[in-house]
Each structure stands twice: as structure tokens, then as C-alpha cells.
């Protein structure tokens, strides 16, 4: 026979004791069994000056906070019961989301029912490969991105660009000069060159990973199969590492960085792998034991879940996405489902920063393209959303989410556009009232900056 036991306070007029297993009574002061509680609380990040987030607890035991720091509902719950933790207003001009949120069999204080809360991003800049430029645009406060003006040089055939996480330099990778543009961002969101204005690469950069913090960069060279490392200097400037570069497999074609800023991923896109490194105390990567680890044919697009310890990866000829769960030492497994169906020609996958919900851009060769929509279930594997998939434009080859998870911007190589969508309440995506933007010549990338 199998017995539970479980801490109760006992109370016979004197001081709580917390007993085991024990029998509660007599003392005249009205025995009995009083089950232990615990408190719900996490912290607050992000919240802007003078503004007021609302939390809900069950959607009954509500907490209004004003400033960031850490917080414990009023409430406590039974040992044993459950919470479930949501927003129920949100700030004026941001949004907030909350991590850790729902839990059962509670039997400790919980503190990591974390709340973040973001403001739309300010400014957006999209590279194009057809005529070396870099689009610079505005968003505005309904999401809609609007011409900056002219566009800014960069070096031959641009290929990606990204942002450092603090929103104070980009970089662009240049595929055919073997070099990376380097920028500054200013208050007004303009891009202005480095001196110097370009670092070397290897051969054929395609794109640009930043850690979390702001420290490493890491440029996948597609060519020669390296991926080039670097440190980021005081004022942005890239310096190379020693070693400069480490291996990868065939043809590498796109590059993540987990959320905790501890390991790298990259697929390669013809010998159907993902390599897998560790980020050591210098920022040099290492490979971590196996190696890399099967994928779909051709992977394309990656990415990591930046709540739950999930990773994806788009497989362009099997229109799958292959689905890993990340171990504690950052090695990829498969899920029991290792993919789920995805468009025509997969190309990129994004996942919105409340870890709820995945999107794939689908190139769909000769025809219009489309973004496959899915959830994201407790254990990370994706299904599919009521209505499945939006149209993009011509040719949708990559992705930004902007971090209060409201919008939605994709890439149309082919149609030298920008397609536009709210993200809903059950995450599905609508197009804005005006649903496109104008690029550059062959647009590849786009990055977002607040």
C-alpha cells in the first residue's frame, strides 16, 4: 500500500508547528488541520517609466504594478492546487507577456512566474541584395513600416543584416566581397558606417549571429564552410577571435543563438545536418558531443523557442520542419514527432517571443508564397492553426517578429516587397491595412531595432 504524506500546520493556541505525519488536538485553543499554502510571484522587466501593467491569477486574485522589480500575488494557493497567470490589462504603448505561466501540484513558493513587457519596435531595415542597399524604415504605432529615406550603401550582394540586442549596431553581410558592413544606430534610427566601415569574413558570408549580451558575433560563411567569430568592441567594431573561424558542414545556410546565450546552432543545407556548439568564457565556440545531428533534406531555416527548450528547423525539398527538444548540455534530440508538414519549399521559421506560436515561410518556387501558422504545444511540437496558412508575396524568404509579439514582417525576394500582419489573440496573423511595403532591389533580410 502506498502512502502520501503531506505538510500540514497543526494549531492547538500556540505557534504553528508544521508536522509530517501527526495528530492535531486538544490545547483549548480549537485544534484541527490547517492545509499549507504557498505564494505566486515572479519579477517584472521592461515596463516603461509611469506606466501600469494589470496580472490576473485565475482571473479572480488581480495585482496592479507600476514598476519592475519582483512581486507575490495576494493570494496564496493550496498545497497541491494550480495557478494560472495572464495579463489582464496592458500598459499604454507596450506589450507584456508572461513566462512560467500556468502550473498544477503546486508544493513550494513559485518566483519565476516572470513578466516582460516590450514596446513595439521603433525602426526596421531591410537588406537588398540586388543593388548593395540597406532600406531604412520607421513603424508605426499600428505597425505599418514607412520610408526613412534614401537607402544606405553597403558591399556587394547583401545577404543579411542584424542587430545587436541593445539596438546600437547593425551589421550586413556581403556574400559576394567577403565582407561584414558595420553601423552605427542613431537616436533617429539612421544607420551610419563604422570606421572602419567593413570587417573580412570567409568566403561567401550569408548571415550574422549575435549573443544575447551583446559580446560575440559569429558570421556563417557558406563557401568554405566556417563560421567566422569575433568580439564586439566597445563602439560596435568587430574584431576577430583566435581562433578566427571553426568548421561546419556543407554548405551552411542559416545561423541561431539559444536564448540563454550558451550554444549556436547552424543547418547545412546539403549534407542535411545541424552542427551544435557550445559558447565558452571567451565566446569561441566548441563543438559539443555528437557534433551535429540529422535533419530534413536541404534545412533551411532555424530557430530556437526563447521560452521553452525547443529548436526548428525548415527542410526546403521535404516542405517538413523538423522538431528538437534541447537537452541541459545543448544537444538536439528529435520529438516524437521529428516534423510536421509545412508549404511548398520552407525557407525560414520564426517563433514569436511569448514561445506560444511558429511561423514558416514557405517560397513556393513559380508560385505566390505562403506563411504555415502553428501553435506550440506543451511538450514543443507544432500544430497546425485553424486556418493553416496566410498568403505572402512572390518568393518569402525570411522573417522578424517584433519583441511585444504584435507584428509580423516577411521578405518577398521576388516581388521587391515587405508583407505586413497583426499577430491575433490566438496568434494567427491578419494583413495590415496597407499589407505591403516597397523595397530595394531583391530584398533578402529584414531587422528590427526598439
Known sequence: MQVTLRAWICSSGTAPVVLALAACGGGGGGGGFTPQTFTI??????LASGQTVGLANGGADLLSLSA??????????????SYTVSVSTQPTGQTCTVANAVASNVTANVTNVNVACASPSKYAYVVNNGDGTVSEYAIGATGGLVPMGAPVSTGTSPQSITVDPKGRYAYVANVSDDTVSQYTIGANGVLAPMVPTTVGAGTGPDAVAIDPRGSYAYVLNENDRTLSQYTIGAGGSLSPMTPATVATGIQPRAITIDSTGKYVYVSNHSDKTVSQYSIGTTGALAPL???SIASGTLPSGIAVDPISPYAYVANY???TVSQYSVGTAGTLTPQSATTVTAGSNPVYVAVDPTGAYAYVANYIS????TISQFKIGS???LTPMTVPAVNAGTGPVWMAIDPGAQFVYVVNTNANTISQYAIGADGSLTALST???ATGSKPFAIALVN
Open 41 to 46: 510571484g515572479g519579477s517584472l522587466t521592461g
Open 68 to 81: 519592475n522589480g519582483a512581486y507575490t500575488f495576494k493570494t496564496a494557493v493550496a498545497d497541491g492546487g
Open 289 to 291: 558531443t555528437p557534433p
Open 317 to 319: 525539398t521535404d516542405n
Open 366 to 369: 513559380g508560385g505566390l508564397g
Open 379 to 381: 511538450s514543443g511540437g
Open 435 to 437: 499589407p505591403t511595403v
